[in-house]
């Protein structure tokens, strides 16, 4: 080989180790990689030992009285939990559950909801958003409400909305369009009450997809993470006339919704923003602490809302991981334990009972139960229906994938115990919204169909 051969080799080699490196730069800094570099090891054994976090008792924003009605995302309790007073076992006879009925609806990942036995969905049908208005038994149409849309997500093929899921309160509904304007209407007629434009009142710049954010009740007023500025990243309005009470941080708004608790005598709301967590007086606004957590990509959202158990608060993103922070006397926080492999979210809600944590951990798409107190992973279920949503009523476990398909499984905190296994697709691939139960129902969306099914005997 001559010596212009050899040159022409060694620029081609280097080009290609040049490319190479920059792939794989690239795949890093958007997540490509991150599944294997925080791959968790088969066995719950087989993790690496955590400081062990003591439990404690400590009384919630959710020890209180709920009726059986499943009036806002994640039901009564916030949770996806059913009262313990209304919680029935969640089965069926056959391969899938009975289809009550089933009804063509438009686009959007809004998830459903129950007040006053109607079924309740907020969709796009070309150019417009509609609220829809069923009963739950019969799937009838009770009514309708619609309002003009033009907004267009810009990271297509992701949903175009309404991102946002509906919240009633007595004889009020409140909807959040994809543009970032929350309207009042009475639940009985349908009948607009009032309307807001917070996202052109506040300059909230334009995110990675729609305006969806969900409104969280405190009492009178409604606790919103809308991203504002200057200041108003979390606000809250009179949930009677849409009057803006206080304003506070200057994060954008992030997809997961705020979380209210009572921790050693003081209320306290918790935020995952856009880029920091969050901890704020919800009667007057003044912030307590703030962190940054966020995933390093930009185009990676913050979407899971955070779970309080006791007087521990847990925020989990991707890229981010998940980490546990003890809430003190004084609000301050102790951070206790950081962890990337044991339970990450990036969108899919956690629930935290007696002193387990379950969700879906996004590598592996698996569903999991954590043991709090030593971190230590109980079992976890590779199932096929890929990441999802579930719901907990009593002992049983119900779990939806992004696929479609349902299944059930035991809320045992020792081993993982099938109670039905994953069914057909029952919707179309995505179905990426959470479901809702009331009488012995539960409702599940894709961006096609609203469907009813029976899942008590």
Same mark, same amino acid.
């Given at each position: 080989?001559?010596?212009?051969?050899?040159?022409?080799?060694?620029?081609?080699?280097?080009?290609?180790?040049?490319?190479?490196?920059?792939?794989?730069?690239?795949?890093?800094?958007?997540?490509?990689?991150?599944?294997?570099?925080?791959?968790?090891?088969?066995?719950?054994?087989?993790?690496?030992?955590?400081?062990?976090?003591?439990?404690?008792?400590?009384?919630?924003?959710?020890?209180?009285?709920?009726?059986?009605?499943?009036?806002?995302?994640?039901?009564?309790?916030?949770?996806?939990?059913?009262?313990?007073?209304?919680?029935?076992?969640?089965?069926?006879?056959?391969?899938?559950?009975?289809?009550?009925?089933?009804?063509?609806?438009?686009?959007?990942?809004?998830?459903?909801?129950?007040?006053?036995?109607?079924?309740?969905?907020?969709?796009?049908?070309?150019?417009?958003?509609?609220?829809?208005?069923?009963?739950?038994?019969?799937?009838?149409?009770?009514?309708?409400?619609?309002?003009?849309?033009?907004?267009?997500?810009?990271?297509?093929?992701?949903?175009?909305?309404?991102?946002?899921?509906?919240?009633?309160?007595? #004889?009020?509904?409140?909807?959040?369009?994809?543009?970032?304007?929350?309207?009042?209407?009475?639940?009985?007629?349908?009948?607009?009450?009032?309307?807001?434009?917070?996202?052109?009142?506040?300059?909230? /710049?334009?995110?990675?997809?729609?305006?969806?954010?969900?409104?969280?009740?405190?009492?009178?007023?409604?606790?919103?993470?809308?991203?504002?500025?200057?200041?108003?990243?979390?606000?809250?309005?009179?949930?009677?006339?849409?009057?803006?009470?206080?304003?506070?941080?200057?994060?954008?708004?992030?997809?997961?919704?705020?979380?209210?608790?009572?921790?050693?005598?003081?209320?306290?709301?918790?935020?995952?923003?856009?880029?920091?967590?969050?901890?704020?007086?919800?009667?007057?606004?003044?912030?307590?602490?703030?962190?940054?957590?966020?995933?390093?990509?930009?185009?990676?959202?913050?979407?899971?809302?955070?779970?309080?158990?006791?007087?521990?608060?847990?925020?989990?993103?991707?890229?981010?991981?998940?980490?546990?922070?003890?809430?003190?006397?004084?609000?301050?926080?102790?951070?206790?334990?950081?962890?990337?492999?044991?339970?990450?979210?990036?969108? #899919?809600?956690?629930?935290?009972?007696?002193?387990?944590?379950?969700?879906?951990?996004?590598?592996?798409?698996?569903?999991?139960?954590?043991?709090?107190?030593?971190? =230590?992973? =109980?079992?976890?279920?590779?199932?096929?229906?890929?990441?999802?949503?579930?719901?907990? /009523?009593?002992?049983?476990?119900?779990?939806?994938?992004?696929?479609?398909?349902?299944?059930?499984?035991?809320?045992?905190?020792?081993?993982?115990?099938?109670?039905?296994?994953?069914?057909?697709?029952?919707?179309?691939?995505?179905?990426?919204?959470?479901?809702?139960?009331?009488?012995?129902?539960?409702?599940?969306?894709?961006?096609?169909?609203?469907?009813?099914?029976?899942?008590?005997?």
């Amino acid at each position: 080989m001559n010596h212009r051969s050899k040159r022409r080799s060694f620029s081609i080699l280097l080009y290609l180790f040049l490319a190479i490196c920059s792939g794989g730069l690239a795949g890093l800094w958007f997540g490509a990689f991150t599944s294997l570099m925080i791959a968790t090891p088969e066995g719950p054994n087989s993790l690496r030992k955590f400081v062990p976090i003591e439990l404690r008792q400590t009384q919630t924003a959710l020890d209180r009285t709920i009726d059986a009605n499943w009036t806002q995302l994640f039901g009564p309790l916030g949770n996806s939990c059913m009262p313990d007073a209304n919680a029935r076992e969640i089965g069926w006879s056959g391969a899938e559950p009975e289809i009550v009925w089933r009804k063509e609806i438009g686009t959007g990942y809004s998830s459903p909801i129950i007040a006053v036995h109607q079924a309740i969905v907020l969709h796009r049908l070309g150019n417009e958003e509609v609220a829809s208005v069923y009963d739950l038994k019969e799937g009838t149409l009770n009514w309708e409400y619609r309002y003009p849309t033009s907004y267009v997500c810009p990271n297509p093929p992701h949903s175009s909305g309404p991102y946002s899921t509906p919240l009633v309160d007595g #004889n009020f509904v409140y909807l959040q369009s994809a543009e970032g304007v929350l309207r009042c209407l009475s639940l009985e007629e349908g009948v607009l009450i009032w309307q807001r434009n917070y996202t052109k009142d506040f300059n909230v /710049s334009r995110n990675v997809f729609a305006v969806g954010h969900t409104p969280t009740l405190d009492g009178e007023q409604l606790i919103l993470n809308i991203g504002g500025k200057p200041d108003a990243g979390v606000i809250a309005i009179d949930k009677q006339n849409g009057d803006v009470l206080w304003t506070a941080t200057d994060f954008g708004a992030s997809y997961a919704k705020p979380v209210l608790a009572t921790i050693h005598d003081q209320r306290i709301c918790f935020v995952l923003t856009a880029e920091e967590a969050v901890a704020l007086n919800p009667d007057t606004g003044d912030v307590h602490w703030h962190f940054p957590f966020k995933a390093i990509a930009e185009d990676f959202v913050n979407a899971t809302t955070p779970v309080v158990c006791g007087d521990v608060v847990i925020f989990t993103a991707y890229q981010a991981g998940t980490i546990y922070l003890r809430v003190q006397p004084d609000g301050q926080y102790e951070e206790l334990r950081k962890d990337k492999r044991t339970l990450v979210s990036q969108f #899919n809600p956690l629930t935290c009972l007696d002193g387990k944590l379950f969700g879906w951990h996004f590598s592996d798409k698996s569903f999991r139960c954590v043991d709090l107190a030593s971190g =230590q992973l =109980q079992w976890k279920w590779v199932s096929g229906l890929g990441r999802g949503t579930h719901l907990i /009523s009593g002992e049983s476990i119900f779990l939806i994938g992004e696929s479609g398909k349902v299944a059930v499984v035991q809320r045992n905190p020792q081993e993982l115990v099938i109670l039905e296994k994953p069914t057909e697709p029952i919707l179309k691939e995505p179905a990426f919204s959470a479901p809702a139960m009331s009488e012995g129902m539960i409702l599940i969306r894709n961006e096609e169909e609203l469907v009813c099914l029976k899942v008590v005997e």
